[in-house]
């Protein structure tokens, strides 16, 4: 259950990260479950393990990090469309 639950955690992680810049991560619920857990590992990694935890994810370095990741993403996928 706990993958599940982490799963649905990365995915809204990934969704709120997408809304909250304006651009949305390619693949769709996958890409937004992809986002949630590279981003968690990001800002994790970068900001430490503070703030309230659910689904094995320490939300607010998790959502730094999604935000930083679809960045990075989306700046990629705008300079290749060039």
Same mark, same amino acid.
């Given at each position: 259950?706990?993958? +599940?639950?982490?799963?649905?955690? #990365?995915?809204?992680?990934? !969704? +709120?990260? #997408?809304?909250?810049?304006?651009?949305? +991560?390619?693949?769709?619920?996958?890409?937004?479950?992809?986002?949630?857990? +590279?981003?968690?590992?990001?800002?994790?990694?970068?900001?430490?393990?503070?703030?309230?935890?659910? #689904?094995?994810?320490?939300?607010?370095? !998790?959502?730094?990090?999604?935000?930083?990741?679809?960045?990075?993403?989306?700046?990629?996928?705008?300079?290749?469309?060039?």
């Amino acid at each position: 259950m706990s993958l +599940i639950w982490s799963l649905i955690v #990365g995915g809204v992680l990934g !969704a +709120i990260a #997408g809304s909250i810049m304006g651009r949305d +991560i390619p693949g769709g619920i996958i890409g937004n479950i992809i986002a949630g857990f +590279i981003g968690s590992w990001i800002g994790t990694s970068l900001l430490g393990e503070w703030g309230f935890e659910i #689904g094995g994810f320490y939300i607010i370095p !998790a959502l730094i990090g999604a935000l930083v990741l679809i960045f990075i993403v989306s700046f990629f996928l705008s300079r290749t469309k060039r």
